[in-house]
T-cell receptor, first 117, second 111 residues
């Protein structure tokens, strides 16, 4: 398995532009998470999906952020319009639930480093 | 609300020493606890997963323990090497599945 795949690896954009980050989870995983990492706040959970359905988006900072999961193999995180304070590394992770949920950990992608200038 | 704390925030030790990293969490109702390693500018690599019913897990020179009742976990690294230098993150999976991370311990092994 190729693991969790994120694209692009790096993104530099101007303030006000729309940014779309992409994630392909591990096949068979029914949970998908989007995290943001900054030096000041560490890893913050933005939103997570179970079976393609958003379960909790309370971590999404504001309406400029939106996430979708149209099918089990693809998710996007969109920022529109982007601002300099959105600069961070955005990680996607996937994992399994089910009856033996305690057995399963999460696998992270390599992240997308976003710089908004 | 579940909170995860890692102490110390940074640690430097000479090569060859054994060391312990600490993680504490406020709510013992968890499914599991996971230790990750993050190299500078890279993603997270899972090191060890401890289920809620387990007390420890071992992988090579790494040993992780879990004491749910006291809300604590430790990561023990034996015979440290310069290649162990990284940030180590502890994460708990509570019953609502919102895995919560500590801020990590930055480890530097001195050659």
């Amino acid at each position: 398995d190729a693991g969790v795949i994120q694209s692009p690896r790096h993104e530099v954009t101007e303030m006000g532009q729309e940014v779309t980050l992409r994630c392909k989870p591990i096949s068979g995983h029914d949970y998908l998470f989007w995290y943001r990492q900054t030096m000041m706040r560490g890893l913050e959970l933005l939103i997570y999906f179970n079976n393609n359905v958003p379960i909790d988006d309370s971590g999404m900072p504001e309406d400029r952020f939106s996430a979708k999961m149209p099918n089990a193999s693809f998710s996007t995180l969109k920022i529109q319009p982007s601002e300099p304070r959105d600069s961070a590394v955005y990680f996607c992770a996937s994992g399994s639930g089910g009856w033996l949920v305690s057995n399963y950990g999460y696998t992270f992608g390599s992240g997308t480093r976003l710089t908004v200038v | 609300k579940q909170e995860v704390t890692q102490i110390p925030a940074a640690l430097s030790v000479p090569e060859g020493e054994n060391l312990v990293l600490n993680c504490s969490f406020t709510d013992s109702a968890i499914y599991n606890l996971q230790w990750f390693r993050q190299d500078h500018g890279k993603g997270l690599t899972s090191l060890l997963l401890i289920q809620s019913s387990q007390r420890e897990q071992t992988s090579g020179r790494l040993n992780a323990s879990l004491d749910k009742s006291s809300g604590r976990s430790t990561l023990y690294i034996a015979a440290s090497q310069p290649g162990d230098s990284a940030t180590y993150l502890c994460a708990v999976r509570p019953r609502d599945d919102k895995i919560i991370f500590g801020k990590g311990t930055r480890l530097h092994i001195l050659p």
